[in-house]
């Protein structure tokens, strides 16, 4: 029998194809992953910032994963914040990960328990986009699940990596760095990837003012502030529907679209 040639051997129990769908995932996060960087970075320095023991902030990083959420919670710390504004700022800035679930919960719904678990985890809003995005050109389930791995894992790592380095550089960053400037960068670093309509733009936009504007509160409540500011504000922002670019395109004479491929190259 002939041996298989190495490209096509499987290593470390991962076979070819699965070693190929979770580069694409890397490749598909890849341009994402500087900015995970910075913002690790940013984290890393507030946590010297705040007195914060660095192994404390190292494990946050690593068993937290949410980086808006544990920047606020250490400059509630910072402040001298009640706990409760601390749990609660991180909690408002957390919800988004509730629409995430739902909107995931079809593109996870046919991997194995375990799968399930440890993608969970892993998700950031980066990898929540680029699962949402991708996840029609993988039907099979087992492709699907390592294109995501291939992208959310390594996007994980790199942001652990980036609040080390932060702890380890904290000393020789600016304290304008640190606290003026990355506490409202926080809101553009993890909403922006969503932005696609008026609604989004704006509460992004009105969060990031109130943040800096609202920034003399004690106990850090210009990022609760903002965040619940963002959140009003953008409800009342019209989004044009599905159904209203519908209408537009028929009163053209143009067929509305589906969402559907209808040519043999478009699923590519």
Known sequence: ????????????????????DAWAGLKAIAPLMPGSVLFGM?????IR???????VGSYASVSVVAGASQIAIVEAVRSNAPAVIAVLTALVINARFALYSAALAPVFA??????????????????????????DRYPDPVRRRWFIVGGALPFVIVWVMGSVAGIVLGPVIPDAWQIGFIVPLMFLAVLV???????????????????????????????????LAGIAVGSFVPSRSRDDASGTAASDGRVPDDGLAHDAGAGE
Do not use: C, Y
Not at 42 to 46: E, I, K, R, V
Not at 119 to 128: C, E, S
């Open 110 to 135: 046919s991997f194995p328990r375990r799968w399930k678990l440890g993608l969970a985890h892993l998700m950031t809003d980066q990898a929540a986009v680029i699962s949402l995005e991708h996840a």
């Open 42 to 46: 940013a984290f890393g320095a507030l």
């Open 193 to 227: 990837p969503g932005l696609h309509d008026a609604p989004g733009v704006v509460a992004v936009a009105v969060s990031t003012l109130v943040v800096v504007l609202a920034k003399d509160l004690p106990w850090g409540l210009n990022v609760l502030a903002g965040a």
């Open 1 to 20: 029998m002939t041996p298989p040639s190495p490209a096509r051997r499987t290593v470390l129990g991962i076979a070819p194809q699965q070693r190929s």
């Open 49 to 55: 910032v705040a007195g914060i023991d660095p192994w």
